[in-house]
């Protein structure tokens, strides 16, 4: 860490072991105050207000410290707007409040809680004894290492010094020299070979080439020629037009067969129309037939009458009113018809 931010009031004791503590084990670190009373009814607004400001400080760590005291001086830490503070803050908190016994619900929503202010220093805070001595390690393991890869390297060269090639280099590169010169020589012969075979199959090409160029000319030609006719066959005017006719033919089609519909529909409307016509009321009083209510209510049996009931009757032209004489039975057993008065 860099540099942390420290709430508290400006001459409490917890500040002053927390600075101490940060000059003995990290007195590079940068620690800056952000002043609060830490006891009494106006503390805990204060606090809010001083922990927001340096969560937006942009420090690595915010320190909430205060050193011991009683039950009531340190009550102001179990405040609800100082516990919602610290537990949405961004920066790491860490607390250092009262003593070893002493636990408030700001400790519970801290990020860390320390048991003292001295003890919360020391969480932030590397000891620079102890980084010193691991440096010390780090640096005397580094030079065994580098001591250790120097030897190897020097024997290495020693043995590539001492090797033939190196030895004697102007030998070596003679003797090298011999393969190397046999080695050209064939690389020029197989390129004579090579240069020489490509020179006649290049001759030969010139002879065929005006003989090729025709055929395949012609050949291009044909292609260009069928190409031509499919593309005529595949044109979108082509298309269209046969599609068109296609079209024509589906319309009389069309045609023909809604009015074939429409004939056999209208001749069984007509049937339908002439049956419906046949079973009209019109029809059936036309026949002999008449409509019998009484109270509006149309009489299909004499069941419900009786002697003196007034009756209307509905024929195919004009109505009439009678009064019941007598009820006979039914006359499908009977076979007498009932005496009425029209």
């Not at 024997?155 to 020299?177: A, F, I, K």
């Not at 000319?217 to 068109?244: C, D, E, G, W």
């Amino acid at each position: 860490m860099n540099k942390i931010a420290i709430v508290t009031g400006k001459t409490t004791a917890g500040l002053q072991d927390a600075l101490k503590t940060i000059r003995l084990r990290w007195p590079m670190l940068q620690a800056t105050l952000f002043p609060a009373p830490v006891q009494g009814n106006d503390a805990p607004p204060k606090i809010v207000a001083a922990l927001k400001e340096a969560d937006a400080a942009g420090m690595d760590a915010v320190l909430l410290i205060r050193g011991g005291g009683s039950f009531e001086d340190l009550f102001c830490f179990n405040d609800e707007q100082i516990v919602r503070t610290l537990a949405a803050m961004k920066t790491y908190t860490v607390t250092g409040i009262g003593h070893e016994i002493d636990t408030s619900l700001a400790d519970l929503a801290a990020d860390h809680r320390a048991l003292t202010p001295t003890a919360a220093a020391q969480w932030v805070t590397p000891d620079q004894n102890e980084v010193r001595a691991r440096l010390d390690v780090l640096t005397r393991q580094m030079e065994e290492r580098t001591r250790r890869l120097l030897q190897v390297s020097r024997q290495n060269l020693l043995y590539l010094v001492g090797s033939s090639p190196l030895s004697n280099v102007q030998g070596y590169l003679e003797t090298r020299r011999a393969p190397l010169n046999v080695q050209i020589q064939k690389l020029n012969g197989a390129f004579a070979a090579i240069l020489s075979s490509a020179q006649s199959r290049l001759e030969k090409a010139s002879a065929f080439l005006p003989v090729e160029m025709e055929n395949l000319l012609r050949t291009q030609k044909n292609r260009l020629s069928s190409t031509t006719s499919a593309l005529y066959f595949a044109a979108p005017v082509h298309r269209i037009t046969l599609m068109q006719n296609e079209i024509g033919q589906n319309v009389q089609k069309m045609e023909k067969a809604m009015d074939w519909h429409y004939e056999r529909s209208r001749s069984a409307l007509d049937k339908l129309d002439a049956l419906l016509q046949a079973l009209s009321v019109e029809r059936t009083l036309e026949r002999g037939f008449s409509i019998v209510r009484q109270n509006g209510h149309v009489l299909s049996s004499a069941d419900s009458l009786k002697a003196g009931d007034s009756l209307d009757i509905r024929f195919a032209r004009g109505s009439a009113v009678s009064v019941v004489q007598s009820v006979s039975p039914d006359l499908k057993t009977e076979g007498e018809a009932p005496d009425t008065d029209q």
